[in-house]
């Protein structure tokens, strides 16, 4: 039994002896026999596990526990898991909550990959990533059971191991065109298109047709015919800013790899894909030729905007006023510097932002850098103590010797890359211009001393845009260098490995377009955008590429405010692509266009006038515009229970 643990499934060997054991939580049936007499007619279940759960949160009273199912229909493998019902404690999440997570009946068909997670201290779990970007949130094996989840797939669908991570299984993966092709471009950390954490339910289903021990996959989906797409590659392992400017001026080759990626597929942000064919015709959509052309575009009908956009801003959203003066500021500080109405002063920063000159006062507040009840006797204080924190932590990497930076790695590539974009960093402001600028040096410093500070995370594409502006108003390293450590506690999982946390905003981006405004929406899924990868940079640093950097500051301030919502940057984008959704749907513009389009955005949005729209999306939406966002989304602050978990045994003997 102990040798069972050294099986690889990418050695049919190994995956014959795995089938020879077996699991009392686990069900397996031959695919010559019916499984359950509840399934429809040539639908077996090949897998069946029980408590296999899903963390909506990190509280573990918000854990949601369920059943995981492999069925067979013909020649087609699909996967559902539905959650227990009346089994849990929690009070939090309604079953509305519940029904948002259930994975109902999806094929493998449009599944690129699974990664397999084991962590040191926890449960194994897997996450499953379609073919069109989309990723169900992570699946808990509270009992074990993960390897024979993968052996179970692969004796139905074709499992390859990834050649560049071995805890990545390829599901018919035959060609990577996308990432040969940006390789070939030579961008040093492509970036495959976006993955998001989703929660597919079928097309026409409703949950109160579905209950735990019942999976009508006739119901769910159509026949298939078998027949497997080409699949895109896993997605790298760093974030790049620049394969966002390249990717858009490689129109062909996008529409091309796009039409490949998102072939044939139509979803409502949370369900699978349905394969256009014969059988399903009242299912098919008509796509256009993708045939890019630099004629001018003509015009197609526009279906009308169901909020009526212009006029639900004049009823909504109030006017910009004023930023915030040095003499308005100190009528919300007592006599000791003490923030006496935290409320009343994130509003007034909220609509109409903060003047530049006291900027750095009031932005480590904001930030979190220092408390609304801090006295400017105990910010003063908090500062020494930073200060000499923040020299032990920068002499860490300073002392690093020649020879032994020869022999570190990590350190040699994160200081290299760090020293590669700073010097490309805002370098047409006066603040930053300039051979040897000081400034850039302190750039560099920092970055490099968060990388020590947060090693785990270290640095990615990207980080320079977000601590640029905070040590153009700060002024000061060490201040600069806490102000970017407790943005990073909110933006840092933007840049996680695994895009958790690009993940879910842009689930959560699609399903307030699909509230907002429908018919958008649906011209985005008839027309391959369903990913919204195009929103990809602006959520990633905060929209600083699109905006002047007066701007740009102004924006953050009002984001930092979480005066309405913490995720007001959603909105924005929601905003905007309800300014243009006119010219996107009557130039039918495809996912190519549409990303050179977005891009090229840039310095023309007209802010206040955005941020008003913003405003009224928020207030409009309500609790169902915040139901949309799965709970922990980025920039939430992450929750520390102090909990840990025990290790649990793959198998179950």
């Known amino acids: 039994m102990q040798e069972a643990e050294l099986h690889d499934l990418s050695d049919d060997a190994d995956y014959a002896a795995s089938q020879q054991q077996g699991s009392p939580s686990i069900m397996r049936c031959d695919s010559g026999k019916?499984?359950?007499?509840s399934e429809p007619e040539g639908a077996q279940i090949v897998y069946l596990k029980d408590n296999v759960t899903i963390h909506p949160t990190q509280f573990a009273s918000e854990r949601i526990s369920g059943r995981l199912k492999l069925i067979k229909q013909g020649s087609s493998l699909f996967m559902t898991w539905i959650p227990y019902k009346g089994q849990s404690t929690n009070a939090k999440l309604s079953e509305k909550d519940r029904n948002l997570y259930t994975i109902r009946a999806v094929p493998f068909?449009?599944?690129?990959?699974?990664?397999?997670?084991?962590p040191a201290l926890g449960w194994q779990y897997i996450i499953v990533v379609l073919s069109f970007g989309?990723?169900?949130?992570?699946?808990?094996?509270?009992?074990?059971?993960?390897?024979?989840?993968?052996?179970?797939?692969k004796q139905h669908v074709l499992l390859m191991r990834s050649a560049e991570d071995a805890n990545v299984f390829l599901v018919n993966d035959f060609q990577n065109p996308l990432q040969r092709t940006l390789s070939s471009l030579e961008l040093p950390r492509a970036v495959s298109i976006a993955s998001v954490p989703s929660t597919p339910v079928s097309v026409g289903e409703s949950s109160s047709q579905q209950n735990e021990e019942r999976t009508d996959v006739s119901a769910s989906v159509p026949q298939y015919n078998g027949r497997q797409r080409q699949k895109g590659h896993d997605p790298a392992r760093d974030i790049s800013i620049q394969v966002l400017e390249k990717f858009s001026l490689v129109t062909k080759?996008?529409?091309?790899?796009?039409?490949?990626?998102?072939?044939?597929?139509?979803?409502?942000?949370?369900?699978?894909?349905?394969?256009?064919n014969s059988n399903q015709s009242a299912l098919d959509y008509s796509h256009k030729s993708s045939e890019y052309k630099e004629d001018v575009p003509v015009q197609s009908p526009v279906d009308p905007d169901p909020l009526e956009f212009d006029k639900l801003s004049l009823v909504w959203g109030k006017p910009r006023q004023p930023p915030l003066g040095l003499e308005e500021w100190a009528t919300f500080l007592d006599s000791e510097g003490r923030v006496v109405d935290p409320k009343a002063l994130r509003k007034?920063?909220?609509?109409?932002?903060?003047?530049?000159?006291?900027?750095?006062?009031?932005?480590a507040i904001l930030l979190g850098y220092h408390s609304y009840e801090s006295t400017y006797a105990e910010r003063e204080y908090q500062k020494s103590i930073k200060k000499t924190e923040y020299e032990t932590i920068k002499n860490q990497w300073q002392s690093i010797s020649p020879e032994q930076a020869k022999r570190f790695t990590k350190f040699r590539e994160r200081k290299g890359l760090i020293e590669k974009d700073v010097v490309r960093t805002d370098r047409s402001l006066s603040f930053y211009d300039g051979d040897d600028n000081p400034n850039v040096n302190l750039l560099r410093d920092i970055l490099l001393t968060y990388s020590f500070y947060n090693f785990d995370l270290g640095y990615c594409q990207g980080m320079s845009d977000l601590l640029s502006p905070i040590l153009f108003v700060m002024e000061d390293e060490s201040e600069s260098f806490w102000c970017f450590v407790a943005l990073m506690e909110r933006l840092g999982p933007n840049f996680n490995r695994d895009q958790n946390g690009m993940h879910s905003q842009l689930f959560a981006l699609s399903k307030l377009v699909e509230l907002l405004d429908r018919p958008l929406h649906k011209y985005f899924e008839q027309n391959d955008c369903l990913n919204y990868f195009f929103c990809f940079r602006w959520i990633l640093i905060q929209f600083k590429r699109e905006l002047e950097y007066e701007q740009t500051m102004r924006l953050w301030e009002v984001l930092w405010t979480h005066y309405l919502s913490e995720h007001l940057h959603l909105y924005v984008c929601v905003a905007i692509l309800k300014r243009y959704r006119g010219k996107i749907m009557g130039e039918q513009m495809d996912f190519d266009t549409l990303l050179k389009f977005i891009n090229e955005l840039s310095g023309q949005i007209e802010l206040d006038a955005i941020l008003r729209d913003a405003e009224a999306l928020c207030i409009c939406a309500g609790e169902n515009g915040a139901a949309c966002i799965p709970p922990g989304t980025v920039p939430s602050l992450p929750v520390d229970n102090g909990l840990f978990y025990s290790q649990q045994d793959d198998e179950v003997l």
């Open 109 to 118: 068909a449009d599944v690129r990959s699974i990664r397999r997670h084991t």
């Open 348 to 363: 007034r920063i909220f609509y109409g932002g903060v003047e530049h000159k006291f900027r750095k006062e009031v932005w």
């Open 134 to 153: 989309l990723a169900f949130p992570p699946l808990y094996f509270y009992n074990g059971g993960v390897r024979e989840f993968l052996a179970t797939v």
């Open 253 to 276: 080759f996008a529409r091309e790899t796009t039409s490949q990626l998102f072939r044939e597929t139509h979803s409502n942000g949370f369900g699978p894909l349905e394969r256009r």
């Open 34 to 37: 019916k499984s359950s007499s």
